[in-house]
């Protein structure tokens, strides 16, 4: 049974571009979200998906985005690339409200 | 912002000995859990423990909430050198259970 997973490992992109991140989540489950982990701070929420709709979001600009499928993956768009957008992006699934599974995340440098 | 806060932000300590970790938070909570995240990659749950208990026990892990302080601990017993890692705390609200909120972690070192 394969946990959750991201892709790209790793993304290098500069400033003003856009980028999209993919994530799969944990077999059975039906909830996505998404964090956004600067280094050395502990994971700030993004946003979640469940039944492809934005179910919570968290204090992140417009410019961060998602979508869900039918088959429960989700991809989290930001446009317009600032540096301080450079973090590890992880995404988590979960089957009820408690516990979350996390992927290995994403690795987002903007230059 | 940040719901919890652990306390210390970083600890050292030799291997074999006890690792105590905190975490306050601010708001009433469904929940509060604790995760490992080795060297920047995905987190690992360790431990969940709801708002109606006070303490849970996991291999050597001890978790114990005090609603009325706010404020959770973690005890990780017989420390070994693969516990070296940052362990957060986190907290699910009664408003919005499915809506978890990270601390900023405390950074474990265990020397051999």
């Known amino acids: 049974d394969a946990g959750v997973t991201q892709s790209p490992t790793h993304l290098i992109k500069t400033r003003g571009q856009q980028v999209t991140l993919r994530c799969s989540p944990k077999?059975?489950?039906?909830?996505v979200s998404w964090y956004q982990q600067a280094l050395g701070q502990g994971p700030q929420f993004i946003f979640q998906?469940?039944?492809?709709?934005?179910?919570q979001r968290g204090n992140f600009p417009d410019r961060f985005s998602g979508h869900q499928f039918p088959n429960y993956s989700s991809e989290l768009n930001v446009n317009a690339l600032l540096l301080g957008d450079s973090a590890l992006y992880l995404c988590a699934s979960s089957f009820l409200p408690d516990t979350q599974y996390f992927g290995p995340g994403t690795r987002l440098t903007v230059l | 912002s940040q719901q919890g806060e652990e306390d210390p932000q970083a600890l050292s300590i030799q291997e074999g000995e006890n690792a105590t970790m905190n975490c306050s938070y601010k708001?009433?909570?469904?929940?509060l859990q604790w995760y490992r995240q080795n060297s920047g990659r995905g987190l690992v749950h360790l431990i969940l423990?709801?708002?109606?208990?006070r303490e849970k026990h996991s291999g050597r892990l001890r978790v114990t909430l005090d609603t009325s302080k706010k404020s959770s601990s973690l005890l990780i017993t017989a420390s070994r050198a693969a516990d070296t890692a940052s362990y957060f705390c986190a907290t699910a609200m009664y408003s919005s259970a499915s809506k978890i909120i990270f601390g900023s972690g405390t950074r474990l070192s265990i020397r051999p």
């Open positions: 998906y469940y039944e492809e709709e934005e179910r």
């Open positions: 708001t009433s909570i469904n929940n």
């Open positions: 077999s059975g489950h039906d909830t």
């Open positions: 423990i709801r708002s109606n208990e």
